[in-house]
Each structure stands twice: as structure tokens, then as C-alpha cells.
């Protein structure tokens, strides 16, 4: 049976503190994944210092910077993002021609290859420069048992490549469990955890030990009526799921690589924490973290359930490590939301989601500075950036303690990364990579879901123009 904690009011009463709120940020508002404008505090003024380009780019050949600089102002091309979301989802796919323009220019800069063996070439060559990987077999999704075995083999692989690479470069494999486990299972499970945390009497005869999943202010919207109880095939299928993801923390543990559990849509976030912080309470010893969830700070409960989670993990001795993101399912959270006539779980404005993002973050380097917690910051935001890296020097956290990273996606926000890694930072490049016709449902959800986002991110492609001029004046004269 599940551990029962203290109702989640009682909890919050008595763990949650004043956090140093951030200000209305002046960030233009962008998609959560936060590639942002030009920020109006002068570089120089902040601890992340952006002016010297040189420094900046000093690991990227100039054919490098020209790629990236056309793949992302392509990006930034609304109807050309509209365009190839068409052709991908097409069977224009199915032509060689087509498939390598794909695999040569968004696949290439977006992700780190199609084999553990690419994508190893690609954390070295990252390495060298002076930021680590994340490793990411981006596959999701599966709808049987036969293709979850499948994909756990490719995790499986995906470990022991990491241990052919130099120590520290990899900072962590990341899994989804809508890989490893039948989606629609999953929201099944969701369906039943969120009636049982709705109705007292509900008692589910199936569940693991966990922490608080759900707040009060969560979404329960998903689930409208009370949902039938798993039928054996599906407990059976639940056990399946858990043995995939055991099996998964045994490697990383002897590879001593931590797992990182992604975040997915809340119709099977439920169920996703419920598998992360079970496996937490069993793998997780010793102020060692090897399993981390992660937390998508746009959803307007999500600062409640970090500390209600944080909170029963302390008083468990479990140390715990979250991810912290802004989120990457806007689109079809707030689809969902507004076709059912509820209000959406994502904050209303970016601004709210900035404010909530740097007060989980401060939160966060407290408990890592006194020793309690780990925190990857995964952002692109260059406000919430300097914030955070001004607070963990201010706490004294330092590099070498392991407890606190950024991390950028691959392909996207260099500047910030390289900035971060010259003000002293552990940094990790979040690193997708798998088959080009597996991975595509992650390229076209970065391709829908940051149409907005990329357009508006100014700020690595001026700083790579920048750089190029000065290449460019260097080589004239």
C-alpha cells in the first residue's frame, strides 16, 4: 500500500517559506522552453558575461557558427516551420531525397545523431569545449509491451556507451516512461491515482511507496468520473513497466550515471511521478541522487508539489534531485483545457511562469546548499540564468560539489552555456538522439510547439553574427 503523508495543506503550513519572489520579468513573452530577447541588463553588468563573443564561441570552427546561425534564423521562419511540420508528417518523409535535407539540417543540429556510437562522438566533442551530456534515446510513446522491451534495450545500450566515455562527461541518461510503459496504461493509472487522492475511501491495493503526487490546486479535470480498477492484464502490465525501470537504475547505478525521469503532459504526469518517486525511495541513498524527476514550472501547481514532494522526501532520508524546466506542452495543455471549458493549468502569462520558475530554483540551491537536495536547471532563460548562478556563488555552491548544473538543449542557447561555463558552472547539453523516423515526434513537437519561441529568440543568433563579423574583420585584416 501507498505511504499516507499529512493532508498537503498541513504540509505547506509548515514547510513552505517565503521565497524571494522574482519581479515582473521584462523578458518578452515566449514559449516556455524561454530562448528570449535581448535582455536589457547589460552583459557586463552580470555574472554571466555575453559581450566577449570570442570567449563565447572560442570551441566553434566558423562553418560551425554559419550552420547553426542558417538552421536557427530557418527556425525563426514561422510559415518555414509550418512547412516542414507538413513535410515531416508527410509520406514525402518516405523519400531519400527529403529524409537527408531532414537528417543534414534540423535533425544535425537538434540532435546528437542516430546510435549511442554518434551521439558518444558528440558528448566528446562537447566535452572538449568544456560542457557535459545529457544522454536522450528520444523515443516515447510506446503501445505495447513488445515495443517497451524494446525501447528499454536501446536504454540499456544507450548506459553502457556512456561508461566508454571520459568520467563526468556525462552527466545523465534521460528516459521517458511513456517509453517504457503502454501510454494508454499510464493514463489509466493517472485516471485511478487521481480519484484515490480526491476520495479518501478509495484505496488502490496496487501501489508502491511514493511521494505526494498531487496538490490541491492540481488538475483533476482529466479524470470526470470514478475510473474501473485495473483488470490483472493491466496490474501485470503496471509490474512490467516497474522492472523495465528498475532494471534501468541498476545499470545507471553501476555505471554511477543518474537517470533522469522527463516530464510528459498532465493526461500522464501522475503516473509518470508515481514511477519516478518510487524508484527515488528505493535507489536514492546516501545524499546520492541517482534518480531525478523533473518539474515543469509553467503548471500553476507545480511549486506546491515540488515542496510537498521535497518535503516527505526529508522526512524519509531520501535524497532527491529534480529537473527544473519551464515546460514544453503549451499548446496542446491549453487545446485540452479549453476544449473541456476549464481553466488551463499553465500559468497565464510568461511572466508568472519566469517568477515561479526562479523561486523553485532558489528553493532548490537552498536545500542543495545545505545539503539536502540536487537541482538541474535546465533554462534558456538568460534572467533566470544570472539569478540562479548569483544565488547558488552567494550560498557557496560550488562547481565541484555536483549538486547544482544548467543545462540548454543541444542545438540552442550556446551563448548561455558557454557563458554559464565561463563563470565557473557545471553545464549540460540536453542531448536527443535515435533514428530520424523514431525521433521525429520529438522534432515535430520542438517544431509546433516553438514556433513562437524561436522567432523571438534574438539572442543567440545576434551574438552569432557578432562573432562572424568579428571573424570576418579578423580574417580581412
Request: net charge positive; proline share 6%.
Amino acid at each position: 500500500m501507498a505511504n499516507r503523508f499529512v493532508s498537503p495543506k498541513k504540509l505547506l503550513q509548515t514547510s513552505l517559506r517565503p521565497l524571494n519572489s522574482a519581479a515582473p520579468s521584462s523578458i518578452t513573452p515566449v514559449s516556455p522552453l524561454n530562448l528570449d530577447k535581448k535582455p536589457t541588463t547589460p552583459f557586463s553588468n552580470s555574472i554571466i558575461n555575453l559581450d566577449d563573443t570570442k570567449s563565447l564561441f572560442s570551441s566553434h570552427s566558423t562553418t560551425k557558427l554559419i550552420r547553426s546561425a542558417i538552421n536557427l534564423h530557418a527556425a525563426a521562419v514561422e510559415p518555414a516551420v509550418d512547412l516542414g511540420t507538413w513535410v515531416m508528417n508527410s509520406k514525402l518523409m518516405e523519400t531519400g531525397l527529403l529524409r537527408g535535407v531532414i537528417r543534414h539540417t534540423f535533425f544535425e543540429h537538434f540532435c546528437a545523431g542516430e546510435n549511442p556510437a554518434e551521439a558518444c562522438r558528440k558528448v566528446r566533442e562537447i566535452w572538449d569545449s568544456g560542457l557535459r551530456g545529457m544522454l536522450n534515446y528520444a523515443l516515447e510513446h510506446a503501445g505495447d509491451n513488445e515495443s517497451c522491451d524494446r525501447n528499454l534495450d536501446g536504454f540499456l545500450r544507450t548506459v553502457e556507451a556512456a561508461k566508454s566515455l571520459p568520467p563526468s562527461s556525462v552527466s545523465c541518461v534521460v528516459v521517458k516512461i511513456t517509453a517504457i510503459c503502454p501510454i494508454g496504461l499510464l493514463k489509466r493509472v493517472s485516471d485511478l491515482l487521481r480519484w484515490e487522492y480526491k476520495n479518501e475511501s478509495f484505496q488502490l491495493p496496487w501501489t508502491l511507496d511514493t511521494l505526494p503526487i498531487f496538490s490541491d490546486s492540481s488538475p483533476f479535470y482529466h479524470t470526470p468520473r470514478k475510473p474501473d480498477p485495473l483488470t490483472p492484464e493491466e496490474e501485470q502490465n503496471l509490474y512490467l513497466g516497474h522492472q523495465r525501470l528498475q532494471n534501468l537504475c541498476e545499470k545507471c547505478l553501476e555505471a554511477n550515471v543518474p537517470i533522469v525521469i522527463d516530464a510528459e503532459d498532465t493526461s500522464v504526469q501522475p503516473s509518470i511521478d508515481y514511477f519516478t518517486y518510487s524508484a527515488a525511495i528505493r535507489y536514492n541513498k546516501d545524499d546520492n541522487p541517482i534518480v531525478y524527476g523533473t518539474i515543469q514550472s509553467y503548471l500553476k501547481d507545480s511549486k506546491e508539489r515540488l515542496h510537498l514532494a521535497s518535503s516527505a522526501a526529508d522526512k524519509m532520508g531520501v535524497p532527491m534531485g529534480f529537473k527544473l524546466v519551464r515546460g514544453a506542452y503549451m499548446s496542446s495543455e491549453r487545446k485540452l483545457a479549453s476544449s473541456l471549458g476549464v481553466e488551463s493549468p499553465i500559468h497565464n502569462t510568461i511572466d508568472q511562469t519566469h517568477a515561479n520558475f526562479n523561486d523553485c530554483a532558489f528553493f532548490m540551491l537552498d536545500k542543495a546548499a545545505n545539503g539536502s537536495g540536487s537541482v538541474v536547471l535546465a533554462t534558456h532563460n538568460f534572467e533566470s540564468g544570472t539569478k540562479a548562478a548569483a544565488k547558488a556563488r552567494e550560498l557557496g555552491i560550488e562547481k565541484e560539489k555536483q549538486k547544482l548544473q544548467f543545462a540548454q538543449l543541444y542545438g540552442m542557447a550556446d551563448a548561455l552555456s558557454f557563458g554559464l561555463r565561463n563563470a565557473g558552472f557545471q553545464v549540460s547539453k540536453y542531448m536527443p538522439f535515435g533514428p530520424v523516423e523514431l525521433v521525429m515526434p520529438y522534432l515535430l513537437r520542438r517544431a509546433e510547439e516553438n514556433k513562437g519561441l524561436l522567432s523571438a529568440s534574438t539572442l543567440d543568433r545576434q551574438l552569432l553574427r557578432k562573432e562572424l563579423k568579428r571573424r570576418l574583420k579578423a580574417a580581412i585584416v
